[in-house]
């Protein structure tokens, strides 16, 4: 196998990941969490930050 190869087929499984995604994905943008919440007066929770001491 040469790198052009399997570079070649490393992007074609990478674009197949993403057309299964917007297939299957209910894409609304109105109910899409912020991308970022600073500010937003929203409770953090799951990450690392919803972890800390308060």
């Known amino acids: 196998m040469t790198r052009s190869f399997t570079a070649t087929i490393a992007i074609a499984l990478l674009a197949a990941?993403?057309?299964?995604?917007?297939?299957?994905?209910?894409?609304?943008?109105?109910?899409?969490p912020p991308a970022f919440a600073l500010g937003s007066g929203q409770i953090p929770s799951g990450g690392f930050c919803g972890a800390l001491p308060q």
């Not at 990941?17 to 899409?32: H, R, W």
Request: proline share 6%; net charge negative; glycine share 0%.
């Open 17 to 32: 990941l993403v057309l299964f995604d917007q297939a299957t994905a209910e894409l609304n943008p109105y109910k899409a």
